[in-house]
């Protein structure tokens, strides 16, 4: 079913303030680093984005669909997850 779902993520760059909003495929794995994030995950492909921090982890957390919901879980970054401000393991969204 997530093969289907896609996302669209928003937000403003730090650096000079420009909007972005691309539309990913499910699941989605978010990192500093493109090769240490997975390729496949659960015989999906993977949408991967680097995001440019010092404080995001290599691979950092993995967005994906599990029983119907879209949850986002904490790959063992070393700082935590935060979720609108809260410090989260695993969540829906």
Partial sequence: MSDL????????EPADGTRRSPVLMLP???GREFA???AQWNNQRVSRMVLHDSQISQFHALIECVDGAIV??????????????????RVIL
């Fill in 5 to 12: 779902l896609r996302l669209q993520l928003t937000w403003d």
């Fill in 28 to 30: 989605i794995a978010l």
């Fill in 36 to 38: 240490a994030m997975p």
């Fill in 72 to 89: 986002i879980t904490d790959q063992g970054s070393r700082l935590g997850m935060l979720v609108n401000g809260t410090r989260q393991q």
